[in-house]
């Protein structure tokens, strides 16, 4: 549904990036208010953004003042989302200041509130920006972590805002959620979410590998971070850019997703194994290419049992952490999913019919969700998202007590 959305733009170099995130907002259908600040002017020009949104870009208190702007633009908004938030425009949000239209407006608001942070690694980590942050999410404000990587000038690190089509990503599925994005529910929560297909190597140029895009893996954690929670991505072999707001771990091998799965569930609220991890790998790699040769039978291919990454989380399992598998199947998909479901031993199956153009690499998913406790939730044909927030919202039932801290305060 088209949403009125303000879209904050801070001082900082970033801003040529909220350009694209703009743009991704009005392609879905979305009336967006770009509300720079006077400095993001200098980064971004107000043609620009007048241009890309078809609307006056608003910069100052002192602009239509008999309409009054801050407060009838905060009125009006479903979601006010700021991006690039610089660590200046934080700590003003963080101390109530309302010095120039976008900071009114942000004390104003009774919408969702999205931050898109964009600074220097030594800002982010500072420990004034950390309280600032603290203070904002304690307030129901969805403040994303920012994406590692290349920085202003030759440094690296944390602090790069995130791409601009996750953050617009994000944005959209909390416009989705309406009102009950005002307080992030899974804020406080550290959920961890396994996508993509493993490789297994059978020389330095060769692998077994499988279907799996990481879609329905990235669209979990996409859906959690607009919930509010702390996400750690396991990623095999996903050629999809990072979600917004992620930890990603990338890893190839079936091994690697067990050690890197392990060490990320430890002291998590959730795991969701959405990868595709393969049962087998070749018995033996080897070192160097394997050549055919003239005459010769081809090789036969022995193969070796992987570890069962699920398994070994439900052995290690902390108290009150839930552990969701997936299972694609091509026949008899409830049956097959009962039996894999108590085989496994955890708690919540998302089943899911594969093959002949369905689940592997598209945008909409069907499945049924089995809960240990004989429930079966069926999700309609639909976006991989829709599939994200119902496989939370039975997670978050299967948690023991809401976490301390979010859900009880005045959004902002
Ligand atoms: N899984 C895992 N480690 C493996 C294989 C699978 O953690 N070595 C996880 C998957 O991430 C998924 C669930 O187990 O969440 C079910 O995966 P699936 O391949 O459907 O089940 P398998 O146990 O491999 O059973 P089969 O392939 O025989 O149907």
């Known amino acids: ?126 420990p004034a920006t950390r309280a600032n942050v603290a203070s904002l999410r304690a307030r129901g404000a969805l403040v994303l972590e920012p994406a590692s990587g290349r920085l202003t000038g030759p440094d690296s690190g944390p602090g790069r805002l995130s791409e601009p089509d996750e953050i617009a990503a994000v944005a959209v599925r909390v416009l989705a959620r309406g009102v009950t994005a005002l307080f992030p529910d899974l804020a406080g929560r550290r959920v961890v979410v396994s996508a993509g297909g493993t490789r297994e190597e059978l020389d330095p140029v060769r692998f077994l590998g499988n279907w799996s895009s990481g879609r329905q893996g990235y669209a979990l954690a996409t859906a959690a971070v607009a919930r509010g929670a702390e996400v750690t991505v396991v990623a ?34 959730a795991v969701v194994m959405a990868a595709a991890v393969a049962d087998f790998r070749p018995a033996a790699r080897s070192e160097v290419k394997i050549k055919k040769s003239a005459g010769a039978e081809p090789p036969v291919l022995r193969l070796a049992e992987n570890p069962d990454v699920l398994r070994a989380l439900v052995h290690q399992r902390d108290p009150g952490q839930v552990l969701v598998g997936f299972a694609a199947e091509t026949n008899d998909v409830l049956a097959h999913g009962r039996a894999k479901l108590a085989a496994k031993g955890c708690d919540l199956l998302v089943v899911n019919q594969v093959g002949r153009g369905m689940a592997f690499g598209t945008q909409d998913n069907e499945a049924m969700v089995l809960g240990d406790d004989g429930t079966v939730t069926s999700v309609p044909r639909g976006p991989k998202e829709v599939l994200a927030d119902v496989v939370w919202d039975l997670v978050a039932q299967r948690w023991p007590g809401p976490r301390a801290g979010r859900s009880d305060v005045d959004p902002r």
């Not at 949403?3 to 801003?15: E, W």
């Not at 095999?236 to 990320?264: F, H, T």
């Open 236 to 269: 095999a072999n996903v050629s999809m850019p990072d979600p917004a707001g992620v930890r990603v771990m990338p890893v190839i091998s079936a091994a690697d997703m067990k050690s890197a799965v392990l060490s990320a569930a430890k002291g998590a609220d």
């Open 1 to 126: 549904m088209p949403a009125r959305v303000v879209l904050g733009v801070g001082a900082g170099i970033a801003a040529y990036k909220a350009c694209e995130v703009l743009r991704r907002l009005t392609e879905a259908g979305h009336a967006v208010r770009v509300v720079p600040t006077p400095d993001a002017l200098r980064f971004v020009g107000e043609a620009t953004w007048a241009a890309l949104s078809g609307q006056p870009a608003t910069t100052a208190v002192w602009d239509d003042v008999q309409d009054v702007p801050h407060v009838r633009l905060a009125q009006r908004a479903d979601l006010i989302l700021v991006a690039p938030a610089t660590a200046d425009l934080l700590s003003r949000a963080a101390a109530g200041r309302a010095d120039d239209l976008l900071t009114s407006i942000l004390l104003m608001a009774r919408c969702p509130v999205v931050y898109a942070p964009a600074m220097h690694t030594e800002m982010w980590q500072h």
